[in-house]
């Protein structure tokens, strides 16, 4: 026995000594691999600011990873170290959405937590009540050529408490319908934009398009972009088409137990469990690949239409028995009260969201700025959009969009809702009203 | 390192008798010397263990009894509120259950099953091999990697409803919670690890001396009979082996739950594991998160006890 | 039941074993070869139910957008690092711990190995809020520091002293009694003349800290952030497109690549392993 363990161990130690040696030979190779923005992130903990001492270094959140936007958010930095020379650099550091909270939070903690972030309106009131942000108001309102007014009042009211201004929105786009042509064309039935046409746009009509697509061709007919059944938010344009909210204005009372609430959600619990034209929780269907009739996903992710093998079109998402509506995203850039840099922090946001700049980040993301909202900003050099097709949701955005809901209390309440639906409603045969009641008996506890 | 090698080391120290002191015994007497001696050398790695474990189970207890905002850095004494909502948490009363269900079950049936291959794959059958190498590949892969690829194979209208709709069944809602996504997980972890266990086992079986086994044969001994009585009592330390890796992997469920369903529907497959990482680093409830710990740690430090027991009453062979 | 069995009852006997085994390695290897077909598919294949059991067209170009998508290589590199430093820093701290435990024995040592023995069962899960917080303290956030010390001191090194324990106590009582009239300092009777004996369980020490390093997520998932110094099972769990969007193809790619070396290691060594197996006494 001693012999057979020796033999297989000796085996596995040579499984550890290649190991150790390809150890060695890739990290004398690490240096050609290519590095992204984040690459200088952890020499920036050995060295916290200003190691050099000519000024300051300044970090800055963000959880894109799209080489062209780090590229365009690098070269603005570089243009106001150029006028700030206290300031010796702006870095920013991409991370994922849901490494946020944790990566602000641990910042805060060991005292080193970045000076600036994008935020996403889900937590403006989680950061806004904790104290954790730094009033722009003052500094913006005295920043010469900001042009203050020129921010749409309404687009900014989830950052705004009295007269205080918490953070700046540069990206507020609305939830959009993309369709494959191709697929409906070879069903022979209505598209999206023969509907459009008729002047009969809604839920209903599409829910029974999508149907069809899926009796015809055997496809799935919607696919929510992003939604897996664990991000309630990616219902908003049923709910909001529908007039219902998980929760009242100032969310304080649980809402989803309301009729409109269940006819909304009945809607799609139908498309999944009786019509099947839409995806099953768990089930992944790619629509970018050509696998759906039509998802509903931000502006910004219909990049993903660069490699498609199909035709497509871009349309505002269907109107319900509450009218023409349009769900609006959007994430804000804050200054950290817990930073070091406060100061010039906020002086760096206020050159970042300036006129030209703001422009400049138009073509990546949609703006709050009334001088910028228009199609042919938001189109830009895109080869994917056009201006025909990003009017409607520009007028949308502008007059009948609809900012998502926020909680106070937002991680947890919206880690309630999302599973309090998951398990009470995405089943077969939920008595809807019924299941709702129970989602509100779960979320109410949590607002405050 | 092979045979030879290995015999030629270890048969002088077998075969030479010891010169041995004429006041020797055993265990010789503790002398100073011996005892600076050990402390140096048990030095680095135990003072290492107990600071950073003792500071982290002190501070995961201390935090416990607070109330910890991390956004805003508040931390208020809260006393013993965050175990009292432990027991008026809804969500605890599936997450212990799962909890107790994959310690239970893998530790059980994981060890039962070890043995049991090993015993088929002691077998002199042509083609062994084979099979003795294919049980062992899922060890060689990592348990994300595993998870993702069952994740893949009980997707809705994956490869495990294409083989079951082959029979004419309806596709299953394998990952939509109950006990058969408990089920499926514990296929998960199970035939990740088992190929480790079995080779453990099987070195333990071909070391059963073969005139044990042949003098029970003679005396009319049946095949039941000698593996109870022969070769259960020969391999028991391996079963206990196999026992605790066992005990101590059924934790690790938390990758699979984390990449399978994320504990849902609800938390209709959360684990207390995950439940710890879930309400700490995705809700930041770092207080609630910290009773959740300590109640995992105690539980933990219960079920080491239990075993120290059962390895006194059960293993047959104990050189200490 | 004895050996000259023979005759139509010991075929079926051996029928069924042969089934048993089948379905069982089909249960464990079929899942590989899922994701390796899975990894040349293309992202529509990849979802067409019932599925296809190979892939149509080969897709080759999945495995070059694993290094498009993340330094992958680099990934693999943190990987091997802190697997040969958790290895290294476990038998450092375990084998002279274990040689302490059982043949130094110094007073209270039975109760120091039982402290130790509660490492072996104290998941990470209990302990991770705290080392969080600690890490942050000692700037080791988004570093790979907490993967190697954090973890080759509260988890590896306890089960590495109790297996080390366990192989040194095997030894004949009187052993290094001899080795020291013989003349041999305390420290050379261990390492030179104890250490050799229990090359086997050492060996099983290396097996077990690699494994151990080599397969942690929870660690990684919340140490590391920079994609730059993730490590290969978190890395695993980020192929997807500037959206957020997974790109299953490409994942299972990437697994394959995750996995192919240490298949391709055991298969060379596997001839060790089975000749040891045989050589183990099938018949003694």
């Given at each position: ?238 709910l909001?088409?529908?007039g219902a909210s998980p929760w009242n204005d100032d969310a304080t009372q649980c809402s989803a137990d309301s009729p409109e609430f269940a006819?909304a ?140 809901p926020?909680a ?9 809702l ?18 709702l009641?129970?989602v509100c008996?779960?979320v109410q506890?949590?607002l405050? | ?320 | ?284």
């Amino acid at each position: 026995m001693r012999n057979l363990r020796s033999r297989m161990l000796a085996g596995a130690v040579a499984v550890a000594m290649l190991g150790a040696l390809a150890a060695c030979s890739s990290e004398s190779g690490s240096d050609e691999t290519p590095t992204s923005a984040s690459g200088d992130a952890s020499a920036s903990t050995a060295a916290p600011s200003g190691s050099n001492g000519s000024g300051v270094e300044l970090h800055m959140t963000v959880w894109t990873s799209d080489p062209d936007s780090l590229a365009m958010f690098d070269s603005i930095g570089k243009a106001f170290v150029e006028q700030q020379p206290a300031v010796s650099a702006v870095k920013f550091d991409s991370l994922t959405l849901d490494q946020l909270d944790t990566v602000i939070t641990t910042g805060i903690q060991s005292g080193n937590p970045p000076d600036l972030s994008w935020l996403p309106v889900e937590k403006s009131l989680e950061y806004i009540h904790n104290d954790a942000l730094v009033d722009l108001a003052p500094a913006l309102k005295e920043t010469n050529g900001y042009d203050f007014e020129d921010l749409v009042p309404r687009l900014q009211e989830r950052w705004t408490v009295g007269d205080a201004l918490y953070g700046v929105p540069f990206s507020t786009g609305a939830l959009v319908m993309a369709f494959n042509k191709d697929l409906y064309e070879k069903a022979g039935i209505k598209s999206p934009d023969d509907l459009i046409a008729e002047g009969n746009w809604t839920w209903d009509s599409f829910r029974e398009i999508s149907k069809q697509l899926h009796d015809k061709l055997g496809v799935t007919g919607y696919v929510m972009n992003d939604f897996d059944y664990k991000n309630w938010t990616r219902l908003l344009p049923i709910l909001f088409a529908y007039g219902a909210s998980p929760w009242n204005d100032d969310a304080t009372q649980c809402s989803a137990d309301s009729p409109e609430f269940a006819k909304a959600i009945q809607l799609y619990h139908d498309m999944v469990y009786t019509d099947q034209s839409a995806p099953l929780p768990g089930q992944k269907v790619d629509f970018w690949g050509g696998q759906a009739g039509a998802t509903t996903a931000f502006l910004g992710s219909m990049n993903n239409l660069k490699d498609a093998t199909f035709k497509y079109d871009i349309v505002p998402t269907p109107a319900g028995p509450a009218g023409d509506t349009q769900a609006l995203g959007q994430a804000s850039i804050v200054v950290l009260a817990a930073g070091k840099n406060k100061d010039l922090a906020t002086e760096f946001l206020a050159f970042l969201t300036n006129k030209a700049n703001a422009e400049t980040m138009a073509k990546f993301y949609p703006p709050t700025r009334e001088s910028l909202l228009s199609a042919k900003v938001l189109v830009g050099r895109s080869t994917i959009l056009t201006e025909d097709m990003v009017q409607p949701i520009v007028d949308a955005t502008k007059e009948t969009g609809k900012i998502f809901p926020v909680a106070v209390d937002d991680a947890k309440v919206a880690d309630a809702l999302n599973r309090s639906l998951d398990t009470n409603i995405w089943k077969d045969g939920v008595d809807i009203p019924d299941a709702l009641t129970q989602v509100c008996a779960d979320v109410q506890p949590l607002l405050k | 390192m092979n045979r030879t090698d290995h015999a030629a080391v270890a048969a002088p120290a077998r075969v030479r008798p010891p010169r041995v002191r004429p006041s020797s015994k055993n265990r010789p007497p503790r002398d100073a010397g011996r005892n600076v001696f050990g402390y140096s050398l048990l030095a680095p790695g135990v003072l290492g263990f107990v600071a950073v474990g003792g500071t982290a189970l002190v501070w995961v207890f201390w935090l416990s009894l607070h109330s910890v905002n991390a956004l805003s850095q508040k931390k208020t004494f809260v006393g013993l509120d965050n175990y009292v909502r432990i027991f008026h948490d809804p969500d605890m009363k599936t997450v212990f259950p799962n909890t107790a269900f994959f310690v239970v079950l893998l530790s059980v049936l994981g060890t039962v099953a070890a043995v049991a291959l090993a015993v088929l794959l002691n077998q002199k059958l042509a083609g062994i091999n084979f099979f003795r190498s294919a049980i062992f590949v899922p060890a060689l892969v990592t348990m994300v990697a595993w998870a993702l690829v069952w994740h893949f194979i009980v997707q809705p209208k994956g490869l495990l409803d294409g083989i079951t709709g082959a029979f004419g069944l309806d596709p299953m809602p394998w990952l939509r919670g109950g006990t058969l996504t408990l089920v499926v997980f514990a296929v998960v972890q199970m035939t990740k690890n088992v190929g480790v266990n079995v080779i453990i086992m099987l070195a333990a079986l071909q070391s059963v001396p073969e005139d044990l086994l042949e003098a029970a044969r003679l005396d009319g001994a049946g095949a039941w009979a000698r593996f109870r009585h022969i070769v259960v009592p020969q391999i028991s330390p391996a079963i206990l082996m196999v026992f605790m890796l066992m005990v101590t992997g059924s934790f690790k469920v938390f990758e699979i739950v984390l990449l399978m369903t994320g504990g849902g529907p609800g938390v209709q497959s959360s684990v207390l594991s995950f439940a710890i990482y879930h309400e700490a680093f995705e809700l930041n409830d770092i207080g609630y998160a910290s009773s959740l710990a300590v109640i995992l740690f105690l539980a933990v430090l219960a079920l080491t006890g239990i075993i120290w027991q059962l390895r006194k009453r059960f293993v047959y062979y104990e050189s200490d | 039941m004895n050996r000259t069995d023979s005759g139509p009852g010991q075929a079926a006997r051996t029928g069924i074993r042969y089934l048993v085994l089948a379905a069982v390695s089909l249960l464990l290897v079929g899942p590989v070869l899922w994701m390796v077909s899975a990894s040349f598919k293309s992202l529509n294949e990849i979802l067409v139910f019932p599925p296809t059991i190979l892939p149509t067209q080969f897709r080759w170009d999945n495995y070059a957008r694993i290094f498009e998508l993340q330094p992958f290589g680099r990934q693999f590199g943190n990987s091997l690092l802190v697997m040969a430093a958790v290895c290294i820093l476990t038998v450092v701290l375990s084998l002279p711990a274990g040689y302490a435990l059982a043949r130094v024995q110094p007073v209270a040592s039975s109760i120091i190995f039982v402290v130790l023995l509660s490492g072996i069962f104290l998941p990470p899960e209990a302990t991770i809020i705290p080392l969080f917080l600690l890490a942050s303290k000692l700037g080791w956030i988004n570093t790979l520091w907490p993967l190697i010390i954090f973890t080759a001191v509260l988890t590896t090194t306890p089960i590495a002293t109790f297996i080390m324990r366990q192989a040194f106590l095997t030894l004949p009582p009187e052993f290094d009694e001899a080795a020291t009239i013989d003349g041999a300092g305390r420290m050379r009777t261990m390492l030179q003349i104890s250490t050799p004996l229990v090359r086997p369980s050492l060996a099983s020490v290396v097996v077990i800290s690699c494994w151990y390093s080599w397969n942690q997520f929870l660690e990684p998932l919340v140490y590391i952030r920079d994609v730059n110094l993730l490590t290969v099972p978190v890395a695993l769990t980020r192929f997807t497109d500037t959206y957020g969007q997974p790109l299953w193809n490409v994942q299972m790619a990437a697994t394959t690549v995750s996995v192919l070396p240490v298949l391709l290691v055991f298969f060379f060594a596997q001839r060790h392993v089975v000749a040891g197996l045989a050589a183990g006494g099938l018949k003694a």
